[in-house]
């Protein structure tokens, strides 16, 4: 399809692993975001990424989580050493940047859950 | 910083009924508004938008929202309820595109 698709959909992993959640975006779509969704909560800004600039991390939670999009494309968000307070929805949405206003397209969600 | 305010994080009405999601942001300036709905195990997808232009937007599913500057508000609407409605509603601001703020969602339940 010509959505965002993200994989794993579910990932379930012991506390103290690393995991990485991966996001495809809509091919020709130059900004791509992270968020957090916890259970009953809205949506957390973690990180986001415009072309080739450097990416707004403002909203990371700590230094185990980093992300990367290569190619400016493809994009892979990594949790060092999960803590069971990591378990949430993580989403990614991209958009284009042809004017400001445009809307994010989102994928379904990898649920993570840490044991 | 904006913020994003949905009063009410569960709303109940009966099939058939109008709806209200109520939206206020905190901004100097008008930014950008969305309402997003997101069904079990899915993305957000988008309902509507307002950029600029006529105050009264129309979106898909027969949801409608209304710009008022003067009240910093953007509630969300639809005459007449119907059952494939129950989902989760976010609002959303942006004024640069760089960052979106989301509210903490309203929860629709619609009774038969």
């Known amino acids: 399809g010509a959505g965002v698709s993200q994989s794993p959909s579910n990932k379930v992993t012991e506390k103290g692993k690393d995991v990485e959640l991966r996001c495809d975006p809509i091919?020709?779509?130059?900004?791509l975001y992270w968020y957090r969704q916890s259970l009953g909560q809205g949506l957390e800004f973690l990180i986001y990424?415009?072309?080739?600039?450097?990416?707004?991390k403002s909203g990371l939670p700590s230094d185990r989580f980093s992300a990367e999009r290569t190619g400016g494309s493809v994009s892979t968000l990594t949790i060092q050493r999960t803590q069971q307070e990591d378990s949430a929805v993580y989403l990614c949405?991209?958009?284009?940047?042809?004017?400001?206003?445009?809307?994010?397209?989102f994928g379904d969600g990898t649920r993570l859950s840490i044991l | 910083a904006q913020s994003v305010t949905q009063l009410g994080s569960h709303v109940s009405v009966s099939e058939g009924a109008l709806v209200l999601l109520r939206c206020n942001y905190s901004?100097?300036?008008?930014?950008?508004l969305f309402w997003y709905v997101q069904y079990p195990n899915q993305g957000l997808q988008l309902l509507l938008k307002?950029?600029?232009?006529?105050?009264l937007v129309k979106g898909i599913n027969g949801f409608e929202a209304e710009f008022k500057k003067s009240e910093t508000s953007f509630h969300l609407t639809k005459p007449s309820a119907h059952m494939s409605d129950a989902a989760e509603y976010f609002c959303?601001?942006?004024?640069?595109?760089?960052?979106?703020?989301f509210g903490t969602g309203t929860s629709l339940t619609v009774i038969p």
């Open positions: 959303a601001v942006t004024k640069t595109g760089n960052q979106f703020y």
């Open positions: 091919s020709g779509h130059t900004a």
């Open positions: 990424f415009q072309g080739n600039s450097a990416p707004d």
């Open positions: 949405a991209s958009s284009s940047q042809g004017a400001v206003g445009q809307p994010q397209h």
């Open positions: 901004s100097s300036v008008p930014p950008y």
């Open positions: 307002y950029t600029t232009g006529a105050t």
